[in-house]
């Protein structure tokens, strides 16, 4: 039997120096290396070991062993993003947090909670909703995804359109940089212009700055109640300008999700949902707030969403209903998988004022390359979930998407978007971000990495194009 030590990169004194940190926590089992070698974005790359680590001590000591013999170190949450952030390309250390995951300090007094990054986003909301709060991230994965990846994307769902993001939603973190030193940053105040703003810099940082280790989350009471609309339009681009007119006026949505044509054709087999045959593209909007004022706001959002298309409004009647719609909408990326397993999907964000233009110039591509593509998303913020159904086995069609992605890309820049909305760079976007970022911002952001990670170790090969 081969001793997975002797055949480990990492080299022997810093082994012994990573048990004596991790205790029983350091593994170079082979099932469990395989484990986590990959995120959801199918990418695999064997690390040399893995660390589960329990405190805030154990990361600092071992990021400081591994910055001393240069390993490479990759945070890992969960393993849900789906980009490849947590893809261990240079080998070397997986740092597992998930064992990381108390609620250290819940004050409802100053609306916040403090946690470590491997509690899970749905604890943190089981947690808050008992003194009636939520935190407002809220992506579809909130069951599986932990705080840390949270933050490492900056994800988001859709109440992001009336709450805002991770960024706007956290107050301050503690963290460890690549040379094994603590920083805690931010305040506890919802008022604070103390020094750099380096919370929201670690923000969406993806692991390649620094490991956080204690997050100050900013809570939101939860709202008395919420009204659910389904708004159907016969076509595409009549219901993106509902968007823009939705978002025009003051009565502001805590949710505006649209589904494309092919979305809708997939969700019909949910039977309960009574889809109009002619329709091509479907709009839920949700308005939260004191049960007195909600109705008047539902009214005042179906005026701003009427237009000559829109085919069927309709208020969901019971919870049972409006939670049929979002499991529908839910299960879409789910089932496009089984459709194409290898699907590309991107996350791009246009202003909302130019989705018609975006969708509209989406089609054209979709006949231009003959790759069926299906479009749906967080409207309210412009963020379009674009997926590519594609078998990359087939090399036309992989060559055809490759051409097809470069050109959305530059759409979506075009338009005044951007390239991700929440999933992130990672790596598998990491060759284009020169499209939207300026040389002497890319200079500096180069920089800005040295300083907090001058060994190169945190997450290396990520967000950067390869020199
Ligand atoms: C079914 C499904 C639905 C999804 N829906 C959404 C959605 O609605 N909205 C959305 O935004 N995303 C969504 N995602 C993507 C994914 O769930 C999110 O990006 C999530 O935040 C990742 O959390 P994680 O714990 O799995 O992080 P990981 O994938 O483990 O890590 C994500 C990134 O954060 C870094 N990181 C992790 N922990 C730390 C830490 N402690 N310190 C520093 N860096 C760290 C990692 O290095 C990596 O770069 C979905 C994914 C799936 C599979």
């Known amino acids: 039997m081969p001793d997975p030590a002797a055949e480990s990169g990492i080299p022997g004194p810093a082994l012994a120096q990573l048990r004596r940190v991790c205790r029983h926590g350091l593994s170079l089992d082979e099932t469990e290396?395989?484990?986590?070698?990959?995120?959801?974005?199918?990418?695999?790359?064997?690390?040399?070991?893995?660390?589960?680590?329990?405190?805030?001590?154990?990361?600092?000591?071992?990021v400081e062993i591994c910055c001393q013999y240069r390993i490479p170190i990759v945070a890992r949450g969960r393993g849900t993003?789906?980009?490849?952030?947590?893809?261990?390309?240079?080998?070397?250390?997986?740092?597992?947090?998930?064992?990381?995951?108390?609620?250290?300090?819940?004050?409802?007094?100053?609306?916040?909670?403090?946690?470590?990054?491997?509690?899970?986003?749905?604890?943190?909301?089981?947690?808050?909703?008992?003194?009636?709060?939520?935190?407002?991230?809220?992506?579809?994965?909130?069951?599986?995804?932990?705080?840390g990846g949270n933050l490492g994307f900056n994800s988001a769902g859709p109440k992001a359109v009336k709450y805002g993001t991770t960024r706007e939603n956290t107050l301050g973190l503690k963290a460890v940089i690549g040379t094994g030193e603590t920083i805690i940053t931010g305040v506890h105040t919802t008022k604070g212009v103390v020094g750099y703003d380096l919370t929201r810099l670690l923000i969406g940082s993806e692991g390649t700055l620094?490991?956080?280790?204690?997050?100050?989350?900013?809570?939101?009471?939860?709202?008395?109640?919420?009204?659910?609309?389904?708004?159907?339009?016969?076509?595409?681009?009549?219901?993106?300008?509902?968007?823009?007119?939705?978002?025009?006026?003051?009565?502001?949505?805590?949710?505006?999700?649209?589904?494309?044509?092919?979305?809708?054709?997939?969700?019909?087999?949910?039977?309960?949902?009574?889809?109009?045959?002619?329709?091509?593209?479907?709009?839920?909007?949700e308005i939260d707030g004191y049960e007195s004022s909600l109705r008047e706001g539902a009214d005042r959002l179906i005026a701003a969403a009427s237009?000559?298309?829109?085919?069927?409004?309709?208020?969901?009647?019971?919870?049972?209903?409006?939670?049929?719609?979002?499991?529908?909408?839910?299960?879409?990326?789910?089932?496009?998988?089984?459709?194409?397993?290898?699907?590309?999907?991107?996350?791009?964000?246009?202003?909302?004022?130019?989705?018609?233009?975006?969708?509209?110039?989406?089609?054209?591509?979709?006949?231009?390359?003959?790759?069926?593509?299906?479009?749906?998303?967080?409207?309210?913020?412009?963020n379009i979930h674009v997926n590519l159904l594609i078998d990359p086995e087939n090399r036309e069609q992989a060559e055809n998407a490759q051409a097809c992605l470069s050109d959305l890309f530059d759409l979506v820049l075009s338009l005044g978007g951007t390239l991700s909305g929440e999933h992130g760079v990672g790596l598998e976007k990491r060759d284009f971000i020169n499209r939207e970022i300026d040389p002497v911002s890319m200079a500096l952001m180069r920089k800005i990495k040295q300083q907090f990670d001058p060994q190169g170790i945190l997450n290396p090969d990520k967000i950067f194009p390869l020199a």
């Open 33 to 62: 290396r395989v484990a986590y070698s990959y995120d959801n974005s199918r990418k695999h790359c064997l690390p040399d070991a893995v660390a589960f680590v329990e405190s805030h001590q154990q990361v600092s000591q071992v």
């Open 81 to 147: 993003g789906t980009t490849g952030g947590t893809v261990p390309l240079q080998h070397g250390l997986v740092l597992s947090l998930e064992r990381m995951n108390r609620i250290l300090h819940l004050d409802p007094d100053n609306r916040l909670i403090v946690v470590e990054p491997g509690i899970t986003n749905a604890e943190v909301q089981r947690a808050a909703a008992q003194e009636g709060f939520f935190w407002a991230p809220d992506p579809t994965s909130a069951e599986y995804c932990t705080v």
């Open 210 to 285: 620094a490991i956080i280790t204690e997050a100050t989350l900013k809570l939101t009471p939860l709202p008395q109640n919420k009204i659910t609309l389904q708004l159907v339009y016969q076509d595409v681009n009549s219901a993106a300008k509902a968007v823009s007119a939705i978002m025009r006026q003051p009565a502001i949505p805590c949710a505006l999700e649209f589904m494309d044509r092919h979305s809708l054709d997939l969700i019909r087999h949910h039977a309960e949902l009574q889809i109009p045959a002619q329709a091509s593209a479907l709009l839920i909007v």
């Open 307 to 382: 237009n000559n298309a829109l085919i069927k409004s309709a208020v969901a009647d019971n919870r049972q209903q409006a939670e049929q719609l979002w499991a529908a909408r839910k299960q879409l990326s789910p089932a496009l998988r089984k459709i194409a397993p290898k699907k590309i999907n991107e996350d791009v964000v246009v202003p909302v004022s130019h989705i018609p233009q975006l969708i509209e110039r989406l089609d054209a591509l979709a006949e231009q390359y003959a790759i069926t593509i299906v479009n749906f998303g967080h409207a309210g913020n412009g």
